[in-house]
């Protein structure tokens, strides 16, 4: 089954045949020993008919739908007391594993495009090296299958997060990573209207520990977000296309700009990555971050957006626009910021499948208030 088609049939039938999964809204379920579920918190039909999907999207054995991108994470690295991660990742993602250090956990952050800076640091015995590929905001690219080699001559897991990409674009297991993670808030919901997380491995005791974990914790995704999620991954490669092509053009839109210092792309010719994506994806995806010159009144230049809005996330229909400085990685020290090149001028912009010259026309309108 081609993936287009997976994305629509994946997560199995139900006993009654409906051609949308039910919503299963229910705390307990009687009669577990005939049909295997018996309370919520442990396993739900609809999140299950979700995780499915996923673990068959991703080309996985096993799937696990989180409460949140962070609690999929949350779960992932409670698993493992030693981790290298990627030094540039979601700013939330570094303060849950700082958090993790605080409890006696060892985490050292490297670039994880620099194969040479990870052979290092996989000498102190790692059990997990986590990479975000494109990683946010300023989309360095990672290789995927030279860290999993990595990863094996040092016995340990390779965890790569998806979520700019998607399985319609990129899929890592199939590259030698053993996991794989995304904020399926982002573009796998695909709406703006469900908060969730996933994880995808084929590892079988990674499996049995995430199980173990949602058990416990209680962090599994709802029913109903899980329904959500699932209807979203229905229309994943129709929007992956028209997101695709959309970045495309506003990229080369933004090239003409004087008033646009730099841009960060993951489809941009010139970009260090370029050739690695051209090998280990089927398309750049739709987020574009870019540096304005000094002196911009970026609040007037925000204010004077109409299409597009000044709100953290990405990956939806609708267009959007943050400022990673003081939304998306704001909880960074500011050697931590400096380090990572996050400026007071970076924007970063997440292509909506709008019409790609309303986009335009209204980045247009607001650099000209500037």
């Given at each position: ?5 997976s994305?629509?049939?994946g997560?199995?039938e139900?006993?009654?045949g ?5 919503v299963?809204l229910?705390s307990t ?7 295997g ?13 979700l ?8 080309g ?5 739908a989180f409460?949140?991108g ?5 779960a992932?690295f ?23 250090v605080?409890?006696?956990a ?13 052979e290092?640091?996989?000498k102190?015995?790692?059990?997990l090296?986590f990479?975000?590929t ?8 990672s290789?995927i ?5 990595i990863a ?31 904020s399926?808030?982002k573009?796998l919901c ?8 996933c994880?995808v491995t084929?590892?079988g ?5 995430l ?6 914790k ?14 979203g991954?229905?229309?994943l ?14 990229f080369e ?23 690695v994506?051209?090998?280990?994806a089927?398309g750049?995806g ?7 010159e ?5 609040i007037?230049f925000l204010?004077?957006?109409k ?14 626009i ?28 997440s ?8 986009i ?6 607001a650099l000209?208030?500037?």
């Open positions: 089954m081609k993936l287009q088609t994305l629509i049939h997560g199995g139900n006993v009654l409906a051609v949308s999964p039910p299963f229910t379920f009687k009669d577990a020993k005939i049909h579920y018996s309370y919520s918190r442990c396993k739900n039909p609809t999140r299950e008919a995780e499915k999907a996923l673990a068959l999207a991703e996985g054995k096993y799937g696990f409460s949140s962070l609690a999929a994470e949350d992932l409670s698993i493992f007391p030693r981790i290298i991660a990627g030094k540039h990742i979601y700013g939330g993602t570094r303060r849950l594993l700082n958090n993790f605080k409890k006696g060892y985490v050292v952050y490297a670039d994880t495009s620099d194969l040479t800076a990870i290092k640091e996989a102190f015995a790692p059990s090296i990479a975000e494109p990683a946010n905001p300023l989309m360095q690219i290789d299958s030279a860290l999993a080699l094996k001559k040092h016995n340990c897991a390779l965890a790569i997060d998806n979520t700019f990409l998607t399985p319609v674009l990129q899929r890592p297991l199939s590259l030698g990573a053993d996991i794989v993670v995304h399926a808030t573009y695909g709406h703006h209207d469900a908060t969730a997380g994880v084929d590892d005791e990674i499996a049995k520990n199980t173990l974990a949602i058990t416990t209680g962090n599994g995704l709802s029913p109903f977000d899980s329904f959500l999620v699932k209807r991954l229905e229309t490669f129709l929007r992956m296309k028209a997101v695709c092509e959309n970045a495309m053009r506003v839109y933004l090239k003409t700009k004087s008033l646009v210092k730099r841009i960060f792309y993951a489809g941009d010719p010139e970009s260090k990555g370029f050739e994506m051209g090998k280990q089927a750049y739709g987020v574009i971050s870019f540096e304005m000094e002196g911009i009144d970026f007037k204010s004077s957006l299409l597009i809005a000044f709100a953290e996330s990405l990956g939806g229909n609708a267009t959007l943050t400022h990673p400085f003081s939304q998306t990685h704001a909880s960074l020290s500011a050697k931590e910021k400096a380090d990572g090149g996050i400026g007071k001028n970076l924007f970063r912009l292509v909506g499948t709008e019409d790609y010259g309303d335009i026309d209204d980045l247009e309108g000209k208030m500037c």
